[in-house]
């Protein structure tokens, strides 16, 4: 069955290069993102891999675990962290889960059931393991995206997204195109106006059904 947004992910048990856990355990009660990759040891993925090693205060800031997810061995991820580092500028301190037998590729719908690693395989027989999945303290996916092998991420978005996130499910609002921590927010549907004055004071009615307000404090 294909995952969804707002459903619960696999508690599958992983074994990474800091030891193996069950996924639920490893989450507890934070935000998590789970970023996959189809193989160590290839340029766009490294430098991605780096870009997250740089967020490390960012992560923190938010209340979020991150953890990657590569299709090879945690010896290779073990020696591939060492390159990591060296483009980076950054120590890899996240786990990176061993994915050579392709079970959670394959539980987070980013590989068919019948997929496997051929002999003398490449990135490309697991191309769409290039997937990042933001994930709520309730284990339920909040947010997916899935890249090609040719275009490296922007983790700027990804903090972003995060931060939208958080704000609307802890806020009661939504957020509009291109928002950015401090900006406007949007009052949803569902309030009716008496509601909103009590609940966020004053708003600019743009349209009847698009008001927007001050972020709430």
């Not at 990759?37 to 430098?47: G, N, S």
């Not at 938010?62 to 990591?84: C, F, L, N, P, Y």
Request: charged share 25%.
């Amino acid at each position: 069955m294909a995952l969804r947004i707002n459903d619960e992910i696999p508690n599958l048990n992983v074994t990474t290069d800091q030891g193996s856990f069950d996924l639920h355990d490893w989450v507890g009660d934070s935000w998590a993102i789970l970023f996959s990759h189809p193989k160590d040891f290839t340029p766009v993925c490294t430098t991605e891999f780096g870009a997250v090693a740089r967020l490390a205060d960012e992560w923190e800031k938010r209340g979020t675990k991150v953890i990657g997810v590569s299709v090879d061995g945690v010896e290779d991820h073990k020696k591939w962290k060492g390159d990591i580092e060296k483009v980076s500028g950054a120590a890899a301190g996240f786990p990176i889960i061993a994915d050579d037998g392709l079970e959670v590729s394959k539980a987070f719908d980013m590989l068919p059931a019948e997929a496997y690693l051929p002999d003398g395989r490449t990135p490309a027989d697991s191309a769409t393991v290039r997937s990042v999945f933001i994930i709520g303290p309730d284990k339920q996916v909040k947010l997916m995206m899935t890249y090609p092998m040719t275009v490296g991420r922007n983790f700027g978005e990804i903090v972003r997204a995060l931060d939208a996130l958080q704000t609307s499910t802890g806020k009661g609002v939504a957020t509009p195109a291109d928002w950015t921590m401090g900006e406007d927010v949007i009052i949803p549907p569902s309030v009716s106006d008496a509601d909103a004055k009590a609940k966020f004071g004053a708003f600019d009615a743009v349209l009847p059904y698009l008001r927007k307000t001050k972020m709430p404090g």
